[in-house]
C-alpha cells in the first residue's frame, strides 16, 4: 500500500493522452491534448493547498511528460517487472468495471436483512453427489417431488423428515435449529429467509441435493454475547457415572462463587478448557447458532453484564457461564465492508458477474447459433469418453461456430483448447457438465472482451490506468536519476554541503534542562540540591516537592520559553503568565553555529536531489525540445 500511495502523487500524476481536440504539447512525435492537460489540472490541483493557475502549471506537465518520455527511451516500460506490476493494477481497477454494482448492492441489502433476524428451520433432503448425472438428479428430483406432494395432501413433515430425509439431522424430525446469515448455503438461506412462518418452502436445490425448508419461527436477531466460562469437561458419549463426576465438580465450583469466590480464580484453579485458562475463561464474540444451542441460549439468557449462569450441560461438558458484553447488530454502513467479505465465500459473490454478463450479451448482441451449439454439445459427450488429444482434435476438425458477439465468432477450435485446459473425466462429459462448461466458457469470453476494451469505453478507467502507468516508470527512472543517486552519491553530496554551507546554520539556543517552580519554597530547594548535584533526577526527590516542579530538557530557541526568554536574553516585553513562576536553568548558550554535515544529512540530501532534479530537467529539455502551444492556453 506505501508503494501504491507514493505512485499516485509522484511529482505530476499523469494520463495517458485522449482525443485529441487541440495540441498544448509535443515531445517528439508525441502530442498531448488539451483535455488532457485540463484532467490533470483539475485534479492535481484540487489536492493542493496552493493551486496554481493554468499557465503557471504548464511547466510542471511539460517536466512530467519529459520524465516519462525519457523512462520510455530508457526501456522501462518492457521491463519484465513493470510490465507485471502494471498488469496487477489493471486487473485491480478493472474489478468494479466488471461486475454490476448494483446487483452487488442488492445482495449486500437483502444479506443485511437476513442478519437482522434468525429463523428456526426444519428441513427434508435428498442428496446429490458433486457430479450427479442426468439420472441421478432426475431420480432425486422426482422423489423430493413425491415427499412435496405427500405433505401438500397434509403428510406430517416430522414423519415424513425421520423417513425419508437423507441429511444428518434426519433422527431429529430435520430439525436445524436457529440460524442466521451466512451460516447456511446461500440458496438454503435465501429459500429459508423467505418462506413464512408455519409453511414450507418450494424445492430448493443447493450444492448437497434437493430440499424442503420448514420454517418453524423467526425472532429479531439479538446481535453478539461475549462472556467467559468455566468448563468440566467428559468424554464425547460418556456413561452416566463420568458425566455425574463432572456434575458433582461444576456443582462444587457454583457453590464457591455463590460464596463470593473470585471467578478468575475458579476458572484458573478448575476450568478443563486450557485454551481460555490464560484468558480468565473468556471465548471470542459469538452469534446464536455460533455456539452449540444449549451454551448459546444459556448466554443469551443472562441479562446483564458479569451475571452469572447455573452450571450448563453441553455435549462437551459442564459449563458455568459469565456474560460480560453485549453488542447489537451494526447499521448496514459499519458493517457494509464485512458483508462484502462474507459475500465473496459463498453464491452470492456471483451475483454481480451474472448481471454483467447479461448486460453484455445484450450490448454485445450475443447470438447463439442453435444447430451448431447443438452438434458442439453432441460431439464434446460422444468424444470426451476418448483420449484428450483425440479429443481436441475432433473438436478443431468439426469447425463449428456455435456463438456470435460483438463481430467475432467462437470457435469450436478455441473452444477446445480453452475450455478443457485439464484432463478429461474418466467417464467423459454429460449433456449437463457440457452445459456449464459452455456456460462458464461464455462468461469468460464476454468478460475478457470487456475488460481489454475498458480503456476505450470508460475515460475514467484510461485515466486510472495511465496514472499508475506513468506513476510507475517515473518512480524507476526517478529512483535512478535522482534518489538513489543523491543517497549514493557521497563525493557529490560532501560538493553540494560545502558550496550551501552557510544555508545550515544553527540559531543561538540554550541546551540543558529548565526547571520551572510552582512556588518560592521549592525553587530555593532545588537550587541548593542543584547545586551539590548538577545531574539531579527529579524522580529521585520526595513526592512533596518533586510535586511542585515540571522539567524540560532538550534545545529551547528564543521564543520557545516565555521565562527562558526574559531570563537568558533579557526580553522585556514578554509577559509571563505561568502556574510556575520561578524558573532555574541548568546548562549552556550556545552561539549560532554552522551544523556538520552528520548533523543535516537528511536535509541536505534532500537539497541535493532537488537540485539533481533541476539539472536532469534541463538535460531533457535540451534533448527533447518540448514545443508548448502558448496560444492554446492563452484561450483558457
Given at each position: ?35 488532457e ?157 423467505n ?88 471465548l ?5 447458532g ?41 447499521p448496514?454502513?459499519e ?6 467479505q ?86 467423459g462429459?454429460?449433456?449437463a457438465n ?18 481489454s ?90 513526592s ?83 514545443k ?5 492556453f492563452?484561450?483558457?
Amino acid at each position: 500500500m506505501n508503494r501504491l500511495f507514493s505512485l499516485l502523487f509522484i511529482a505530476l500524476i499523469g494520463l495517458g493522452a485522449m482525443a485529441q481536440e487541440e495540441t498544448v504539447l509535443t515531445i517528439g512525435e508525441k502530442t498531448y491534448s488539451l483535455d488532457e492537460f485540463n484532467y490533470i489540472y483539475d485534479k492535481n490541483n484540487s489536492l493542493t493547498q496552493e493551486p496554481v493557475s493554468r499557465n503557471e502549471y504548464v511547466d510542471l506537465f511539460v517536466n512530467y511528460k519529459l520524465k516519462v518520455e525519457e523512462a520510455i527511451a530508457q526501456g522501462y516500460d518492457t521491463v519484465p517487472s513493470f510490465q507485471k506490476e502494471l498488469d496487477y493494477y489493471r486487473n485491480e481497477l478493472a474489478k468494479p468495471y466488471l461486475t454490476d454494482k448494483k446487483a452487488t448492492d442488492e445482495v449486500v441489502k437483502e444479506a443485511y436483512e437476513h442478519m437482522l433476524y434468525e429463523v428456526d428451520a426444519s428441513h427434508i433432503l435428498v442428496k446429490l453427489s458433486k457430479s450427479p448425472t442426468p439420472e441421478d438428479t432426475l431420480k432425486a428430483y422426482k422423489k423430493i417431488l413425491n415427499i412435496k406432494k405427500q405433505l401438500e395432501k397434509g403428510g406430517d413433515f416430522d414423519q415424513l423428515a425421520v423417513e425419508l430425509s437423507e441429511g444428518p439431522s434426519a433422527p431429529n424430525k430435520g430439525h436445524l435449529g436457529y440460524f442466521g446469515a451466512f451460516m447456511m448455503v446461500y440458496p438454503f438461506e435465501k429459500a429459508a429467509y423467505n418462506t413464512p412462518v408455519g409453511e414450507v418452502s418450494e424445492i430448493t436445490r443447493t450444492a448437497f441435493g434437493y430440499h424442503l425448508i420448514k420454517v418453524n419461527d423467526k425472532r429479531k436477531n439479538k446481535g453478539e454475547v461475549l462472556v467467559a466460562h468455566i468448563m468440566k469437561a467428559f468424554p464425547y458419549q460418556s456413561n452416566g457415572q463420568i458425566q455425574n463426576q463432572s456434575k458433582i465438580a461444576i456443582d462444587s465450583i457454583y457453590n464457591k462463587l455463590q460464596n463470593g469466590e473470585s471467578f478468575n480464580a475458579m476458572v484458573a484453579q478448575f476450568s478443563d478448557d486450557k485454551q481460555t485458562v490464560a484468558n480468565n475463561g473468556k471465548l471470542p464474540w459469538f452469534g446464536t447458532g455460533r455456539m452449540v444451542p444449549e451454551f448459546s441460549d444459556a448466554a443469551f439468557s443472562l441479562s446483564e453484564n458479569g451475571q452469572v449462569s447455573k452450571p450448563v450441560k453441553t455435549q462437551f461438558g459442564w459449563h458455568i457461564i459469565k456474560r460480560l458484553d453485549v453488542r447489537p447488530i451494526k447499521p448496514l454502513d459499519e458493517c457494509r465492508e464485512e458483508i462484502l467479505q462474507k459475500i465473496k465465500r459463498d453464491e452470492r459473490a456471483f451475483a454481480g458477474k451474472k448481471a454483467t454478463v447479461e448486460r453484455l450479451k445484450k450490448e454485445y448482441n450475443f447470438t447463439i447459433n442453435a444447430s451448431d451449439l447443438a452438434s458442439l454439445q453432441a460431439l464434446v459427450v460422444k468424444a470426451s469418453k476418448g483420449e484428450k488429444a483425440d479429443f481436441v482434435k475432433q473438436l478443431e476438425e468439426a469447425q463449428l461456430t456455435p456463438a456470435s458477439f460483438n463481430g467475432q465468432s467462437i470457435h469450436s477450435t478455441e473452444f477446445a483448447h480453452e475450455a478443457f485446459k485439464f484432463n478429461l473425466p474418466s467417464g467423459g462429459f454429460t449433456a449437463a457438465n457440457f452445459a456449464q462448461v459452455w456456460n462458464g466458457y461464455v462468461e469468460e469470453k464476454l468478460i475478457e472482451h470487456e475488460k481489454s476494451n475498458l480503456e476505450n469505453k470508460y475515460p475514467d478507467f484510461k485515466f486510472l490506468m495511465n496514472e499508475y502507468h506513468d506513476g510507475l516508470l517515473i518512480f524507476e527512472i526517478s529512483q535512478k536519476e535522482i534518489w538513489n543517486r543523491a543517497s549514493n552519491d557521497s563525493t557529490g553530496l560532501a560538493v553540494y554541503y560545502s558550496e550551501h554551507k552557510s544555508e545550515y546554520t544553527l540559531d543561538e539556543h540554550f541546551d540543558g534542562r529548565l526547571f520551572y517552580c510552582k512556588n518560592k519554597t521549592a525553587y530555593k530547594q532545588l537550587k541548593k540540591l542543584l547545586k551539590k548535584d548538577e545531574s539531579l533526577n527529579l524522580d529521585s526527590l520526595e513526592s512533596e516537592l518533586s510535586d511542585q516542579i515540571m522539567e524540560k530538557e532538550g534545545r529551547f530557541f528564543k521564543g520557545e520559553e516565555a521565562q527562558l526568554d526574559v531570563k537568558q536574553w533579557k526580553d522585556k516585553k514578554t509577559v509571563i503568565d505561568t502556574n510556575y513562576p520561578y524558573l532555574l536553568t541548568e546548562g549552556k548558550l550556545v552561539e549560532e553555529s554552522i551544523q556538520t554535515l552528520d548533523e543535516v544529512r537528511g536535509r541536505v540530501i534532500s537539497d541535493y536531489q532537488e537540485e539533481l532534479e533541476q539539472k536532469w530537467i534541463e538535460s531533457l529539455k535540451e534533448k527533447y525540445d518540448p514545443k508548448v502551444n502558448a496560444f492554446v492556453f492563452n484561450k483558457q
